[in-house]
């Protein structure tokens, strides 16, 4: 979720200063939640800044470095492997998306298996 502009929280902060209504109506007026005009106005008062806060950052990505190299080559070696195998074979304990994203983000292909039953649409 994006944060609020710097223009919406500047003209929220002008509302209140001037005395425009109670923090409940200038929530109103601006459409956004009372608990955010009060958590924006305790920001400023204890640090003396409206703008959003940086971004915490996530989880670190499963396969970086070593554990990469140990998925491109489990897919040189076997092309048609799930995710499960290529997970156990990277030998890194995640979960099967982390192992789809890793590789995108690596540009390796994925082979699809045909597990399923044949189309319908097949000539018959």
Do not use: Q
Not at 28 to 57: C, E, M, N, Q
């Amino acid at each position: 979720m994006r944060s609020y502009s710097m223009d919406l929280r500047e003209r929220v902060v002008a509302a209140c200063d001037d005395g425009e209504g109670t923090r409940e109506e200038v929530a109103g007026r601006f459409r956004v939640s009372v608990a955010w005009v009060y958590r924006l106005l305790a920001r400023r008062r204890d640090t003396g800044s409206i703008a959003p806060k940086p971004h915490g950052g996530g989880r670190p990505a499963a396969f970086r470095g070593e554990s990469a190299e140990r998925l491109r080559k489990a897919v040189e070696d076997c092309p048609d492997a799930t995710l499960e195998e290529l997970r156990a074979a990277a030998g890194v304990g995640c979960g099967t998306s982390a192992v789809f994203r890793a590789l995108k983000r690596l540009g390796l292909p994925r082979k699809d298996s045909p597990n399923g039953p044949p189309s319908r649409a097949a000539p018959s």
